[in-house]
């Protein structure tokens, strides 16, 4: 308010997502909102150290530091698209390293990102999983997803995906679908994960979702096709509904960790 034809430009670090903005106008009122105040209090966190300047320098020390550092975690998964070799990694709360260098930036940044977003609490029962592309001049975050185990029994849990999200420079090269089927498939193997749910998933994220329970059940050979099989062709259910095959595929759970066990 108070501003004609403003512009606001964040630019970011590539591992950790500090910010550094510019703010142009054509002209100012009197009486304008202090934009400046209002982008420092969207990007801080109490207790946190700062991680968003106007000053070009600071930011530029940002960058050289981040292409310094080595990152830690656990390596989960290497993942190859277009060439590109990145590394899924896995983080949790009880890292206060990590919670201290990624979570208050990657938290803030999510506002810019998913509508009616919330930070998450502080809770023993909260992993994080880190999308980044190393390249010569160090590491470049690509995406992450944050999970939960919520209480289903004594000895049972419910994981919850919870935040999921690909940064725009990486958007549209099948990431998304890789990480998703990886968590999918790690966690599907664990014995006391009752159910995987997604909260809140937008349009997107049910159609990843969607898309890969379908692929599962082809690959199961829950499908059959009517006539000669081509691109064209009509499929039709071999068991008798929907929900008889999304319980063939929760069956798999116990079957695939069995076959684990024997492999290891």
Known sequence: RGFKNPVIRLYFTPARLRVYYEI???????????????LKEHFAVEDSERFITNCFDEFNQWVQDENAMKIEG??????????????????????????KT??????????????NTNFIETDPYWD?????????QGYRVAGFV????????????????????????FQKQGLANEMFGFLYNK????????QITMESPTVIMNKIHHSFILKKLLEDGYFSF???K??????????????QALDHLESRKESMAAAAKVDT
């Open 24 to 38: 142009a106008y054509d002209e100012m009122a009197a009486n304008h909102d202090d934009l400046e105040q209002q």
């Open 74 to 99: 656990e390596l989960v998964k290497e993942i190859s698209v277009n060439g590109r070799q990145y590394e899924f990694k896995k983080f949790s709360q009880s890292d206060e390293s990590f919670l």
């Open 102 to 115: 990624f979570n208050d930036p990657y938290q803030c940044h999510l506002y810019l990102s998913i509508e």
């Open 128 to 136: 994080y999983y880190v999308l980044f592309l190393p390249d010569a």
């Open 146 to 169: 944050t999970v939960y185990k919520s209480y289903h029994s004594l000895d049972k849990y419910r994981l919850r995906i919870s935040q999921f999200i690909v940064l725009h420079e």
């Open 187 to 194: 966690f599907q193997l664990v014995k006391e994960c009752f």
């Open 226 to 228: 009517k006539g000669e």
């Open 230 to 243: 081509n691109e064209n062709s009509l499929t039709e259910l071999n068991g008798p509904d929907i929900k």
